[in-house]
Structure formats: C-alpha cells, structure tokens
C-alpha cells in the first residue's frame, strides 16, 4: 500500500497593479502618488527582486506537481513496463517458435517468477513486477532476500516449486488434448526449472545453497566450467561471470569477523535438513518429469 502525503504549496502573489491619474505630461521617471494608509504609514511596495522571484516560483509549483502526479502514476508505469516486456519477449520467441509456443513460454516464465514475488511478500519484503528479457529469461529485483540464508532458500525455493506446478499442468493439458505443444511446453518447463537448482548463485539453487551447504557454491561453479566448453552459450557464460564474482563476495564475508555476516548464515541443523529435502525431492522430480515428456508420443 503507497500512502499519498498531501501537500500545500504557496505561490507568491503577483505585485499589485497602481494606476496612474490620468491627465497632464509626465516625465519619463513619472511615479504613481502613494496612497496613505491608516495611521499614517506607508504600505509597503513589492520589490523587484519578489516580482522576479514569482515567475519562477509558480514554475517550482507546475514542476513538483508534475513529479508528484508521475510518483501517483509510478505503479502503473511499473506494470504497463512489465507488460511490454512480456509482449516483446512473446514476439521474440514467436520468430523462432512460433505464437503458441512463445504465449506459453513466456506465461511459464511468469509463474517461475511469481513464485519469487509470493514468497517475498511473506517474508514482509517489497519486489519489482517481473522483466522480461528474450532469450534471457525474466528476473525481479529486490532490495533484500530476507534477514538470514533460511529466508533466502525459502525465497530462492518458492520460483522452481511453482514453476515446476505450471509444467506439470502443461503435461496434464498434454494427455487431455493429445497437443503436442503442451508437451513442449512441459519438457522445456521442467528442464529450465531444473537449471535453476544448478548450485550456483545467482541461480535459485544457489540461494538454497546459503542454508544448506554454502561450500556447495564451489561444486556448482566448478560443474558450469565444462558446460560452458561443451555447450557455448552467452547465458552460461554471465553465469560464471557473475557467479565467481557473487561466489568470492559471500564466502569472504561469510569468513569476516563481522557478526552480522556470520548470523546471517547460522542455520539450524533441522531447518538446514529440512532445505536439503525439499531440494533434492524438487530436483528428483523434475528429473522424472524430464523422463516421462521425453517418451514418445504413444505414452500412455
């Protein structure tokens, strides 16, 4: 909820306007007689320097309310921005795949992230609407993943989980219909929700490995090294760029003498198993899932 501050903002009145009486020739340097108030004294003339200044504070005025009516509009701009990402993801995908196909995709991408956004919203944390980036993916941002590693393996976690029910609603869709494209969908799902369990941040099985076994970030980089011989790809290769950066970072500070940094990694034993478990029963059925959508056509 974004609570709207009122404010009043004072405009400097304009000079007041004084005739001149009429008739007779007047010099160049004429001024208009001043009128005596109450009292005896004078009233008080507006300087040149307030008949400047008001000009440019009514400009102030029109310029704040500007900016005040774009932060009103900013949440709307967020989501008209996260919608034209999607539709320019979709018309990418389409080139190489076709309609069908980029619709789908692109709607399991944004359940994989929506996974995301739900699980930081109840950790009491705000995140940004998805992006969508062809042939990247999509990402959110945040400004944290929760107060120690737990939260950010719950949060890391939550992406895969749903993705992984939106793929598995592509293979029912698959055996109701006989479309083979739900089948695609399926395969292709399952298998970049599998990727991401790759133990490596800033993958979401490398945000599980905070809390499970850090030490695992080391496998994970180790293990994308090859890949990335074998199987050349841009995406692999920021993956280790930013990987090796984000690796070095946490395990130096996580071997700081800050307590801070130190706290944020202390997990229990119970809610460390209990991360490893839903970890690996995730990556089993994705595999299993992989199996079962790479089967000919007559399964079932």
């Not at 001149?20 to 009128?35: K, L, N, Q």
């Not at 490995?209 to 030490?215: K, Q, S, V, Y």
């Amino acid at each position: 909820m974004v609570m709207e501050q009122q404010s009043q903002w004072l405009i400097p009145g304009a000079p007041r306007a004084v005739s001149e009486p009429d008739g007779g020739a007047h010099a160049a340097t004429d001024i208009a007689p001043r009128r005596h108030a109450p009292g005896g004294r004078l009233p008080r003339k507006n300087s040149s320097f307030k008949r400047r200044l008001a000009p440019l504070g009514a400009a102030l005025v029109a310029l704040l309310t500007k900016i005040k009516t774009l932060l009103l509009l900013l949440p709307k701009l967020k989501l008209f921005l996260s919608a034209g990402t999607m539709v320019v993801s979709i018309a990418a995908y389409s080139f190489v795949f076709g309609w069908p196909f980029a619709v789908g995709f692109v709607a399991l991408l944004l359940v994989h992230e929506l996974g995301h956004v739900i699980q930081l919203r109840r950790e009491g944390l705000k995140a940004s609407l998805p992006m969508f980036i062809p042939f990247l993916g999509a990402v959110i941002s945040a400004r944290s993943l929760g107060d120690n590693a737990l939260a950010e393996a719950r949060v890391g976690l939550a992406g895969p989980i749903l993705g992984s029910v939106g793929s598995a609603a592509c293979i029912v869709l698959w055996h109701l219909t006989g479309n083979d494209i739900w089948r695609a969908l399926a395969f292709t799902g399952l298998f970049l929700n599998l990727f991401n369990l790759l133990p490596v941040v800033p993958l979401d099985g490398g945000r599980a490995m905070a809390a499970m076994a850090p030490w695992m970030w080391f496998v994970g980089f180790a293990a994308l090294i090859p890949l990335a011989v074998f199987f050349p790809n841009p995406i692999i290769f920021l993956i280790l760029l930013i990987g090796g950066l984000e690796t070095y970072k946490r395990w130096k500070h996580r071997r700081s003498g800050d307590v801070r940094q130190r706290e944020y990694y202390r997990v229990r034993p119970l809610a460390r198993a209990s991360v490893a478990a839903v970890y690996l029963s995730l990556a089993a059925a994705l595999v299993i899932g992989l199996q079962l959508t790479n089967l000919p056509r007559t399964f079932g």
